[in-house]
């Protein structure tokens, strides 16, 4: 069974720094690995996903991810952050073969930016 | 478009209580799902149907009931409510039953049983 793993729950940065959010997944196979974003009171929006060839994706809003296999990992970044960027962000992980249509949300990293 | 319709907004129920959250999208998918989050534990799949007439089984389905009679509609039914189902729910469809497809989430519906 697929599973993923958030370390971190919150985290704090200044406006214009630089923002990594860790992510771990557990799949058997080559996953598909999704980053959904959830601003207050409202659904989840995809930033980007990855399902094969080039490791760094590009996603929405400025965001890329990196896909390390090797890691089991599928972290986010963002060069420099906005005050609009604060919300919650959320790992996701899929299977990659056909018949299974569950996507596995991990507990998800809520991020704050401080002036 | 108007995307994926979550109603009601908001709930409140006493234990017991049966009520039925609607879900509707207008986007022809394939695929519609219901997710429960809650503090600490993320988004937890209920329910999901992969065309009308067919519904499986997610990771928390104890209480809840689910059909799918026509495309649009999905609806998730709680038959005799418990303070353990106060929750955020969330509606979600893509284009079709591979995983590789987007998402689209409603905005939500939050439940509180007494």
């Known amino acids: 069974a697929q599973s993923v793993t958030q370390p971190d729950i919150h985290i704090t940065v200044s406006e214009g720094a630089s923002l990594e959010l860790r992510c771990n997944y557990s799949?058997?196979?080559?996953?598909?690995l999704f980053w959904y974003v959830q601003s207050p009171g409202q659904g989840l929006q995809l930033l980007l996903k990855?399902?094969?060839?080039?490791?760094l994706v590009q996603g929405i809003k400025g965001f890329e991810a990196e896909f390390k296999r090797s890691q089991s990992s599928f972290n986010l970044r963002k060069p420099s952050v906005h005050w609009s960027d604060a919300a919650e962000y959320f790992c996701?992980?899929?299977?990659?073969?056909?018949?299974?249509?569950?996507?596995?949300f991990g507990t998800g990293t809520r991020l704050t930016i401080i002036p | 478009n108007a995307g994926v319709t979550q109603t009601p907004k908001f709930q409140v129920l006493k234990t017991g209580q049966s009520m039925t959250l609607q879900c509707a999208q207008d986007m022809n998918h394939e695929y519609m799902s219901w997710y429960r989050q809650d503090p600490g534990m993320g988004l937890r799949l209920i329910h999901y149907?992969?065309?009308?007439?067919?519904?499986d089984q997610g990771e928390v389905p104890n209480g809840y009931n689910v059909s799918r009679s026509t495309t649009e509609d999905f609806p998730l039914r709680l038959l005799s409510a418990a303070p353990s189902q106060t929750s955020v729910y969330f509606c979600a469809s893509r284009a079709r039953g591979l995983v590789d497809e987007k998402l689209f989430f409603g905005s939500g519906t939050q439940l509180s049983v007494l």
């Open positions: 990855y399902f094969s060839g080039d490791t």
């Open positions: 149907s992969v065309g009308a007439g067919i519904t």
């Open positions: 799949y058997g196979a080559t996953p598909y």
């Open positions: 996701a992980v899929g299977a990659s073969n056909f018949g299974n249509e569950k996507l596995t």
